[in-house]
């Protein structure tokens, strides 16, 4: 995903409590970039979020990793980025089956910045832009 740049997203989730497996995978999304000046929905990122709730509705967590273009004082930048989505509705057990594992996938996908989801307000591109910006200047 980093380097080849084949699809803009993954999501995951683990199976029988002890293997993460692909779920689905976004297309390539060469031509959206975040701009903080003008926001704007980024399809790719609409998607994968929607996923995501319908697995909370179901009672899942999930990881996802995505390929965030931005922009950031006139320049496009992007960043690979681990998020970890255990909405109001997972269950505890997936809620601590995903807590305890993150970090080794987070290591393993080789991204950027990991975001620690739990609420709708997690996911708006708007705090995922503070975020990122945030983890730039630390």
Request: hydrophobic share 35%.
């Amino acid at each position: 995903m980093k380097m080849k740049k084949l699809h803009s997203y993954f999501v995951y989730h683990i199976e029988d409590n002890k293997v993460v497996k692909v779920l689905s995978k976004g297309s390539p999304d060469e031509d959206s970039c975040y701009n903080p000046e003008e926001p704007t929905e980024l399809p790719r990122y609409e998607e994968m979020v929607k996923e995501l709730r319908d697995a909370n509705n179901d009672g899942h967590a999930r990881y996802s990793a995505f390929d965030f273009k931005f922009l950031i004082n006139g320049s496009q930048r992007r960043k690979l980025l681990f998020i970890s989505w255990a909405g109001d509705k997972a269950c505890v057990k997936d809620k601590m089956i995903y807590a305890a594992s993150k970090a080794g996938l987070k290591d393993a996908l080789g991204a950027d910045i990991a975001i620690q989801a739990s609420d709708e307000d997690d996911l708006s591109l708007s705090e995922i832009y503070e975020k990122v910006i945030k983890s730039l200047r630390t």
